[in-house]
C-alpha cells in the first residue's frame, strides 16, 4: 500500500516569505507526526496530532510555525516569516494509535526547505 | 526530558566485517528504544525497537540490538556488513503518555562500507 507522501519534495523560497508543506499520512492512521531535521542533526519533534487535533505542539520553536489536521487525514505545516536558520528536512511521520505500547511511525520521503 | 547520545559521529568497516554502533539515552523509566536507518533521499526506516521483555532484540536486515538497563544503553549490531548497510543509523527514545509523543533521536551515525 502508499506509504507517507509529502509534497513538495524541494522548496526554495526568500527569506521572509510565507511556505506551506503537506504530508498525506497512511490511510487509516489517526496519529500524524510533524519533526524537523537540520543538517548533520537527527531529526527534531515538532508537532503531534491525533485526529483532527494537535495533542502536542510542544516542540514548534516558536509562533511562526503553525500546523493544522482540519479532516483528520492530511496536514499542513505553514511558516510564516521564513528565516535562513529554518532552512532543513520537514519530515512527517504517522501511525495507528491506541492503547498500549508505542506503535510503529513510518516516516515520509520529506521537503527539503531552503530559505534564501 | 529524555535524551540520547550517539558517540560515533562516523564509523567506517570493511564489508562482511561485524558492526557495532552505540547508542545512551536519559530517561527516568522504562524507555521505548528503536533504531532507524536513513540511506539518501529515503525516509527513515524502522530496523528495531524494544518496548519490554527479552533484552536482545532481532530487526530487519539482518540487525540486532541489546538493552542494557545498567549501562543505558541500545547498541546496534549486525555480524556481517554488506555495502548496502551504508547508511545514516539513528538511535531514538519514546515517551510514555503524560506528554510529548514525539521521538527522541540521537544525531546519528554516518556508516560507510569498505570494499
Known amino acids: 500500500g502508499a506509504g507517507v507522501s509529502q509534497t513538495p519534495s524541494n522548496k526554495v523560497t526568500e527569506k521572509g516569505k510565507y511556505v506551506e508543506l503537506r504530508c498525506d499520512p497512511i490511510s487509516g492512521h489517526t496519529a500524524l507526526y510533524w519533526y524537523r531535521q537540520s543538517l548533520g542533526q537527527g531529526p527534531e519533534f515538532l508537532i503531534y496530532f491525533q485526529g483532527t487535533g494537535a495533542a502536542d505542539d510542544s516542540g514548534l520553536p516558536n509562533d511562526r510555525f503553525f500546523a493544522v489536521r482540519p479532516e483528520g487525514s492530511v496536514s499542513t505545516l505553514k511558516i510564516q516569516r521564513t528565516e535562513r536558520g529554518d532552512s532543513a528536512v520537514y519530515l512527517c511521520?504517522?501511525?495507528?494509535?491506541?492503547?498500549?505500547?508505542?506503535?510503529?511511525?513510518?516516516f515520509g520521503p520529506g521537503t527539503r526547505l531552503t530559505v534564501l | 526530558a529524555q535524551s540520547v547520545t550517539q558517540p560515533d559521529i562516523h564509523i567506517t568497516v570493511s564489508e562482511g566485517a561485524s558492526l557495532e554502533l552505540r547508542c545512551n539515552y536519559s530517561?527516568?523509566?522504562?524507555?521505548?528504544l528503536f533504531w532507524y536507518v536513513q540511506s539518501p533521499g529515503q525516509g527513515l526506516q524502522l530496523l528495531l525497537k524494544y518496548f519490554s521483555g527479552d533484552t536482545l532484540v532481532q530487526g530487519i536486515k539482518g540487525f540486532e540490538a541489546e538493552f542494557k538497563r545498567s549501562q543505558s544503553s541500545f547498541n546496534l549490531r549486525k555480524p556481517s556488513v554488506h555495502w548496502s548497510d551504508a547508511a545514516e543509523y539513528f538511535c531514538?527514545?519514546?515517551?510514555?503518555?503524560?506528554?510529548?509523543?514525539?521521538?527522541?533521536f540521537g544525531k546519528g551515525t554516518h556508516l560507510i562500507i569498505q570494499p
Open positions: 530517561y527516568g523509566a522504562t524507555p521505548y
Open positions: 511521520a504517522s501511525s495507528t494509535r491506541g492503547q498500549g505500547p508505542f506503535n510503529e511511525q513510518f
Open positions: 531514538a527514545v519514546g515517551a510514555v503518555g503524560g506528554g510529548a509523543d514525539g521521538l527522541t
